[in-house]
């Protein structure tokens, strides 16, 4: 079956020149991914790991400095790269296969109009029916996801946290998009709201068959909702499996160490500490990425990067010490000067 | 009430002139905080901070983890403890005098000398154009009393070491340079250059990395086992609290709805608020659940 | 320093043409000292002669050499606008950051006297002065009347940046490093507060020479020392427009444009370069 989302090899990198100082950020560094249908695939890092760059890449959402160097972004919906897609072909896909859930409602909703002008300016245009027959339909989606229907007339500013993000979920969901990025959804919720949120989004995933990818730094809210997590750092995945193997079975130390440091109640016992920080992505070091924290680190680690191998089934890693299996990955040509901008 | 007459002073170049060490740490007395909006004609008041009282005890230090979501009133009562703003009623004794007696430069230098908080956003808190050193060494200067640049780069020496850094790593550096995580190990450096009693900590780990987290958690540790300094650690984070800290407060909407032991608290709540918060934590085990 | 200066003229063509100018002007203001006739001094060449390579820019009615007369308005211009400029950013620092910092009743004060000054109208209070004056009023008293009211405006916008500075962490970690308040107002706040500071430097020296030259036009303002305005007022007295001396009032206009200008590119492009958001973005924040 198609996947719903295939990354090869994508590099997009940032290039930087002012008053004479020119600075390369390689902020996407040859990634490969693959989300199956009717799955949510979460994607984990840190501040500095890219992660941010990488769905706004797959989105088509850039824009200079930051520029595609290579790869290929291939969309289960799409018969082409999303890249090479017109303006208007773009416009035409975002919301009604493409959409997104950002992390402050507040960038979705208009502080100034009412819910229910967000709505009509996201999906009318998708939805071609007359207005009352649109807000039939609105209102059948608030119901299946059990919201009522007052909150569109309500202004965002009177609805509270919580209620706003579910209003920016169903507003995302309303086309019944085929794949949904989310971007720490939940990161600046109450503790209280996070968990019932983190319920509607997988309701509505369950519900409707989208194909999503989940970004959040927060490891436990991936064991609550992702199928699949990938490990990102300074760019790079470095591991990839089902959500319960890695936290029963993490093979590479980064997420080892993320593993055990998480601390749960009932549990006092010391944790120890990772020494170093994560490497500016302007200046990464050579070889393995982490190896300058790894407490595992080899010689070849610190000259040659390792390739992502497939280890056990669904499990990829890349990490020499994980396995006598992974092998040197291929050695990275430098990035031509960005070979596609990005859609305007 | 307690006089502000000079006592018999401690060796070293700091005066204890106006507190005494043997009583308790810090008391908060029926404390209640209330701001009012509105115009002339129809003001609305609401309580931030709603009589809320515990204290501290000097002989022990302890880490107090004061929990709540946002609009709890948590972040005001730190600001309160810490001097920056004066409650609407209720009093805040430091080793026996109240705050609100404190007037003057020198009395708000030397309160700020035993009382010294961490702010949650590393980045936020240093001057992005400024050298993070600058802190350290105004800090050695002001509260120790300290003149020169030798003195001053070896007091700051001394107190980044604590932290597990050096000298060698920060000087001359700008925030941007360092990460989250030594950024934050600075500004607790920076707070114990003046040897304090007491830190207040607003959710000092929640903007670091994952992987440099732990790190700033088991400093907290430290310096209350090793330095013997009392932590109001204050967060959202339960799991976090249970790892660390020896009592916790529970804060909803300006009022304290527990207080107690940490694993106590946290394992048997009996609050329902308490009880809801419990539930509502994530963890690694729900991977297995689903 | 130098790198900086170097690197801006290399990168932005607007300094590099602001340069130009503004040294341009400076130099011409500095050959006054060459001059070989006293400024003051009417009738000491022939008159009217139309600019040639012996009167560069001609002569005007009175008899005076026009490029040696524009040497001298340039530089007393000149240095009228920067003592106004210097007067009023001292001012302006002083009350937008004591008022941004303090808040409270300090701040009402101090803004309350700022709106005062604001709303006063500036033209008729300084007809005012020369008529109350008269033969006392000298420049360097017009400077300093002009001086203590032009800064209102800009120390409500210094004001403001030191508000929202206020609030930012990093202003208490300052006070709780024992920093003194001048002390955090000096380098910790300043920086922010400089493009502002700067853009209505240039702005404001424009306007002091501008409302310097309207005066003087109209002859409120000691007519006998040569400036901009007071080298128009005599080109209308002599009706030079009618009588064709055109190189009479061109030449000091063309100048006190260029002024202008170059002063204008100037502000504009080191504006950009001393914002605090660009240096980040440079130092790779």
Known sequence: MEAALLVENLRAYY??????????????????????????????????????????????????????????????FLDRDIYDLSPEALSAIRWKHLSYITQGSMNVLNPIRRVRQSFLDFAFRHIIRSKREFFKIVDGHLARLHLAPSVLSAYPHELSGGMRQRVAIALATICRPEFIIADEPTTALDVVVQKSVLRMIREAQQ????????????????????????????????????????????????????????????????????SGAPPSLADPPGGCRFHPRCPLAMDICRQVHPALTTLAANHRVACYAASPLVKPGAELAPAPGGIRAANP | MQSLRPRPVES??????????????????????????????????????????????????????????????????????????????????????????????????????????????????FNPLKRVDRYLFASARRFVGLRGRAAHEAAADRALKQVGLSLGEVKGRFPHEL????????????????????????????????????????????????????????????????????????MQKGKVVETGPARDVLSNPQHPYTALLRESVLSSDDADRR | ????????????????????????????????????????????????????????????????????????????????????????????????????YHGGIVDRLLMSLNDTFLVIPLFPLLVMFYFVLRDRMNWGLLAMIMGCL??????????????????????????????????????????????????????????????????????????????????????????????????????PTAFVVMT??????????????????????RMGA
């Open chain 1, 15 to 76: 290039l930087m020149r002012y008053f004479g100082i020119v600075r390369e950020v390689r902020a996407v560094d040859d990634i490969s991914i693959e989300v199956q249908r009717n799955e949510i695939y979460g994607l984990a890092g840190e501040s500095s790991s890219g992660k941010t760059t990488f769905i706004k890449t797959i989105a088509a959402a850039i824009r200079p400095p930051l520029k595609v160097a290579s790869g290929r972004i291939k969309y289960g």
């Open chain 1, 207 to 274: 519900e409707f068959g989208s194909s999503m990818i989940f970004v959040t730094h927060d490891l436990t809210v991936h064991a609550n909702i992702a199928d699949r997590l990938g490990i990102m750092y300074a760019g790079r995945i470095v591991e990839e499996a089902p959500t319960r193997e890695i936290f029963h079975n993490p093979m590479h130390p980064y997420t080892a160490h993320l593993v055990a440091s998480l601390p749960r109640i009932g549990d006092a016992t010391l944790k120890k500490a990772l």
């Open chain 2, 12 to 125: 070293g170049l700091r005066t204890h002139e106006t507190y005494q060490l043997n009583s308790d740490l810090l008391t908060v007395d029926h404390v209640t905080k209330v701001y009012s909006t509105g115009g002339v004609l129809g003001r609305t008041t609401f309580a931030a901070i709603n009589n809320v009282s515990f204290s501290l005890q000097a002989a022990r230090p302890e880490i107090l983890a004061i929990i709540g979501e946002s609009g709890s009133g948590k972040t005001t009562l730190a600001r309160i403890i810490l001097n920056m703003i004066a409650p609407t009623s209720g009093t805040i004794t430091f080793r026996g005098t109240d705050l609100s007696r404190i007037h003057g430069r020198r009395g708000r230098l030397e309160f700020m000398s035993h009382v010294q908080p961490i702010f949650q956003n590393p980045f936020e808190a």
């Open chain 2, 179 to 250: 990460s989250g995580g030594q950024l934050q190990r600075t500004s607790i450096a920076r707070a114990l250059v003046s040897s304090p009693a007491l830190i207040v900590a607003d959710e000092p780990v929640s903007m670091v990395d994952a992987s440099l987290r732990m790190s700033i958690v088991n400093l907290f540790k430290s310096l209350r086992d090793e330095l013997k300094v009392s932590i109001i650690y204050i967060t959202h984070d339960l799991a976090t609290a249970y790892y660390i800290s020896d009592r916790v407060m529970i």
């Open chain 3, 1 to 100: 320093m130098f790198k900086i200066i170097r690197d801006l003229l290399r990168y932005n063509r607007e300094f590099a043409a602001g340069a130009v100018l503004t040294t341009f002007v400076l130099i011409v203001a500095a050959m006054s000292a060459f001059s070989p006739y006293p400024s003051n001094q009417t009738y000491v060449v022939p008159p009217d002669m139309t600019p040639s390579w012996q009167y560069l820019f001609g002569t005007t009615s009175r008899g005076q050499d026009t490029f040696w007369q524009v040497t001298f308005a340039l530089r007393n211009s000149l240095l009228f606008g920067f003592s106004v400029a210097l007067i009023s950013r001292i001012l302006s620092l002083l009350v937008g950051l004591v008022a941004g």
């Open chain 3, 150 to 251: 032009g800064w209102p405006f800009d120390a409500r916008l210094i004001r403001s940046v030191t508000l929202s500075l206020k609030t930012r962490e990093f202003t208490t970690q300052s006070v709780f490093s024992g920093m003194s308040t001048r002390q955090i107002l000096l380098e910790d706040h300043l920086p922010y507060v400089l493009p502002i500071v700067f853009a209505t430097t240039m702005a404001n020296i424009n306007w002091s020479i501008g409302l310097e030259v309207t005066l003087s036009v109209l002859g409120f303002t000691d007519v006998n020392t040569p400036t901009i305005g007071t080298m128009l007022y005599w080109a209308n007295q002599h009706s030079a427009m009618i009588s064709g001396v055109w190189w009479w009032f061109v030449a």
């Open chain 3, 260 to 281: 202008f200008i170059g002063l204008f590119l100037l502000s504009v492009s080191m504006n950009e370069y001393i914002d605090p958001r660009s240096r980040l973005a």
